[in-house]
């Protein structure tokens, strides 16, 4: 009795698995609104990054940064992403964040030993160490808001189309090759 309500569940999940898994077909680049931001990967060379003009059966058309536009045939895509917005801001500030506090923690304790240990003034708060612990906060976070901003320049992406036949360890990584793109006319 307790195998077949196990074996329920279990056929249960194995159904839920596989219906939530994603397809990536053609049907989500033909929902692409247009002004979209993507990047298009071609299936031998070649990388497009813009935004959608408009959608067809059997291409796309992107309209890139430096003005171009491009046709661009179903046949020839190997992966469509969705450009997502960087965070520069957020991880700056959460690097700066954690730069401070590991520049205080590394300042008081470069300081711990060089204090002398007077009667009145407690340990914590003796004039080297908080003078070192805010120095290095303040240079840790520096670096660390600079790291954080380095880290949230990059763009996030959503993987929505795969072609099938496309292998991305063959693709050589050169920017759009003009023998792959139609340009629009």
Not at 102 to 129: E, F, H, S, W, Y
Request: one cysteine or more; a positive charge.
């Amino acid at each position: 009795m307790i195998m077949r309500g196990m074996a329920a569940i279990f056929c249960v999940f194995m159904l839920s698995t596989v219906s939530l898994a994603r397809t990536y077909t053609w049907q989500a680049v033909q929902g692409l609104a247009a002004g979209m931001p993507v990047k298009v990967q071609m299936m031998r060379s070649g990388t497009v990054i813009g935004r959608v003009i408009s959608v067809s059966a059997s291409s796309i058309v992107v309209h890139t940064s430096n003005g171009s536009t491009y046709v661009i045939r179903r046949a020839r895509i190997g992966r469509i992403y969705i450009m997502g917005k960087t965070k520069i801001i957020r991880d700056g500030l959460i690097g700066a964040g954690i730069g401070g506090i590991t520049g205080a923690v590394t300042g008081a304790a470069l300081a711990k030993g060089n204090a002398p240990n007077g009667p009145v003034t407690p340990q914590c708060c003796q004039p080297d160490r908080v003078y070192l612990a805010a120095f290095f906060g303040g240079i840790f976070s520096v670096i660390g808001a600079i790291a954080g901003a380095l880290i949230g320049f990059r763009h996030t992406r959503t993987l929505i189309y795969k072609c099938r036949h496309h292998h991305p360890l063959k693709m050589k990584s050169h920017t759009h090759s003009m023998g792959m793109i139609l340009p629009a006319a």
